[in-house]
Structures are given as structure tokens and as C-alpha cells.
């Protein structure tokens, strides 16, 4: 039972289009985040909710629009997507209590805009 | 700033060669610090987290530590299974209330048999 899934693995689309990426954990974790991993392997934050609550937007463009529904999924909607915008995707997700723990990341789902 | 600088960048050994990775780390007070490894084509995989200078912990053979300023992941006798990206990351204490995880570059390892 996958404990953080994403979809679609794969996207392939072109430039100017809208599309969304979806993930859902079954972890009862309070925090779920978006990274982006670029053609480096370089891993940063895109947003972090907690309990449905945005808190961290790390100056994302705002074509990049997160959404909640409740706290196991986290989506992610693109506008006008840009050639600049080909990455791999991860969604994770934490729980804190007084000592915080290793996050676990979905398998991602790699963007490429042509 | 929070950083995190990964060395080497890549790192090839033979079949039972150890040898160390290295996460040099500036923070605004650590909360904790992360090594994941990463597998062609799926998401970073958890292995440790450390919390204090001092710390050490160990899976099979893997094993990380922890000072002020960096930490090692040694490898003792690795096999080709273990080739991989191996990356680093801390949280602070100024990102506990967002859980912001500051990620290296990444180690990638190749073991050959």
C-alpha cells in the first residue's frame, strides 16, 4: 500500500497549456510539501500545507497553484506552462511531534514542456 | 542562510572498497539532519536522521554521524545494490513551524563488482 502517491508518473505537454499533478498520502501526516528536483538533482520547496493550510510558498511564480481539499491530498494546478517548467516533481509528506522524523517523498512525476 | 554542500559530487568504488560521504552544513540552529538515498527514476528514500553532535546511527552498511558542521555517511564494504544518489538535507530551527527541508546536491555513488 503506497504510503505517498502521485499522478501522473510521466507528463509530456505543451507550452501554454494548463495541467495538474495530484498526491495523496495514507500516512495520517499533518504536512505535505512540493519540491521541485531540477536536471541537477537539486531538491527545493515549492509549498508546504499544514492541515490544509499553506505555509510556505517559496516565490513559486503564481502560474504554480497548490490546493488542499483535505489534509492527505495536496494538488498541484500549472498555468501557461513554460519550457523553463520541465523538472521532476515530489510530493511529500512529514508529522512533527517534539523530535520530527524523515519525510517521505512520492515516487514524482516528470514534467517535460516542449 | 541555510546551506548544504555535498561532497564528492560523484564517487566510484570497487566492490568492498569503503570510503565516506561527506554534508557540510551552515544553519540557524539544527533541528535535525537527513541523509536520503535516491534510486534512477523514484523518490528519495529515508534512512537516518540525526539531532545532535555526536550522533551516530547504522543500517546494514551504512552508517552517519554528526558534527557542528558536517556529517559522513561511511559505506563500509559496498556492494553494486548500494550505488545510488545519496543526499543530504537539515531543517532548522527557524523553518519548525513550515518543516522547510534545505537538500545538498547529492552524492552520486557507483559500485562496481
Known amino acids: 500500500d503506497t504510503a505517498v502517491s502521485q499522478t501522473p508518473k510521466y507528463l509530456v505537454t505543451q507550452m501554454g497549456n494548463d495541467k495538474s499533478i495530484k498526491c495523496e498520502q495514507n500516512?495520517?501526516?499533518?504536512?505535505m510539501y512540493w519540491y521541485k528536483q531540477d536536471s541537477k538533482k537539486f531538491l527545493k520547496i515549492m509549498f508546504s500545507?499544514?492541515?490544509?493550510?499553506?505555509?510556505i510558498n517559496e516565490t513559486v511564480p503564481n502560474r504554480f497553484s497548490p490546493k488542499s481539499p483535505d489534509k492527505a491530498h495536496l494538488n498541484l494546478h500549472i498555468n501557461s506552462l513554460e519550457l523553463g517548467d520541465s523538472a521532476v516533481y515530489f510530493c511529500?509528506?512529514?508529522?512533527?511531534?517534539?523530535?520530527?522524523?524523515?519525510?517521505?517523498f512520492g515516487s514524482g512525476t516528470r514534467l517535460t514542456v516542449v | 542562510e541555510d546551506q548544504v554542500t555535498q561532497s564528492p559530487e560523484a564517487l566510484r568504488l570497487q566492490e568492498g572498497e569503503s570510503s565516506s560521504l561527506n554534508c557540510s552544513y551552515t544553519?540557524?540552529?539544527?533541528?535535525?539532519l537527513f541523509w536520503y538515498r535516491q534510486d534512477p527514476g523514484k523518490g528519495p528514500e529515508f534512512l537516518f536522521t540525526l539531532y545532535s553532535a555526536g550522533e551516530e546511527k547504522e543500517k546494514e552498511r551504512l552508517k552517519a554521524t554528526l558534527t557542528k558542521k558536517e556529517s559522513f555517511l561511511h559505506i563500509t564494504a559496498p556492494k553494486p545494490e548500494d550505488s545510488a544518489t545519496y543526499l543530504c538535507a537539515v531543517r532548522s530551527r527557524g523553518s519548525s513551524n513550515t518543516g522547510k527541508l534545505i537538500f545538498g546536491q547529492g552524492t552520486t555513488l557507483q559500485v562496481k563488482p
Open positions: 500516512l495520517g501526516h499533518d504536512t
Open positions: 544553519v540557524s540552529g539544527l533541528r535535525g
Open positions: 511529500a509528506s512529514s508529522q512533527d511531534g517534539d523530535r520530527i522524523y524523515g519525510y517521505t
Open positions: 500545507y499544514n492541515n490544509k493550510e499553506l505555509i
